[in-house]
Structures are given as C-alpha cells and as structure tokens.
Nanobody, 124 residues
Framework: QVQLVESGGGLVQAGGSLRLSCVAS????????MGWYRQAPGKQREYVAT???????NYADSVKGRFTISRDNARNTVYLQMNSLKPEDTAVYYC??????????????????WGQGTQVTVSS
C-alpha cells in the first residue's frame, strides 16, 4: 500500500554535488520521520540523516556540514542535498519512512518502509 521511490543518484567528481529525492506514495495519512541510509560494497548499511515531521534534523558525523536533509510534508517527500562529495560517499543510498500511518480497508495501520535505493558514485 505504501511505496518509496528514490531518484537523483549518479556519477559525480569529488567536490561535486548531488540532490537525492524520495517520494512516498499510497494511502498515507502521515509520516513520522524520514531519513537516508547508505550501503557501500562489502559494508553494512549505515545511517546518514533523518528529519522529523516537525523539521528537526540529525546527521551522521561523517556528513555533517556537507549534507542537508529536508522534507515536504504535503508531498510526502524527503530530500538530501549532498555537497563537497568524497569518494568515500560512494554507496547505494536508501530512503526510509518511519511511523507511516496509512489506511486500508477502512482501517489504519502503522509501519516503516524502505525505498529500493539509488546509486551514488564519487570519482577521485
């Protein structure tokens, strides 16, 4: 009933910028927090940034000062502006929606959802 679709990944040189977007669709009433995680080859998925419905943002130390997370509640969309990219930022970036309230069959449900991921490659 709920789907997350990321976009905006690609290949960029070190020092460049990319903007990721993630749109949640379905019979959504509200979404608590939205965030970004990433997984590099051979590594575990790691936290990047999250933002609450009220706009409070948190970041991993590795991206503070370079990445900015934002969201549009009316469009159920979260963004990740990535500046000063480094080769170590290369990974598949996943969007996550937490505390999604949606309705199905006249009932409300709550769940967390992940997107399918978008590749970000930073060349040196």
């Amino acid at each position: 009933q709920v789907q997350l679709v990321e976009s905006g990944g690609g290949l960029v040189q070190a020092g460049g910028s990319l903007r990721l977007s993630c749109v949640a669709s379905g019979s959504i009433r509200s979404i608590n927090a939205m965030g970004w995680y990433r997984q590099a080859p051979g590594k575990q998925r790691e936290y990047v940034a999250t933002i609450t419905r009220g706009g409070s943002a948190n970041y991993a130390d590795s991206v503070k000062g370079r990445f900015t997370i934002s969201r549009d509640n009316a469009r159920n969309t979260v963004y990740l502006q990535m500046n000063s990219l480094k080769p170590e930022d290369t990974a598949v970036y996943y969007c996550k929606a937490e505390g999604v309230i949606y309705y199905s069959g006249s009932k409300y449900f709550a769940n967390d959802y992940w997107g399918q991921g978008t590749q970000v490659t930073v060349s040196s």
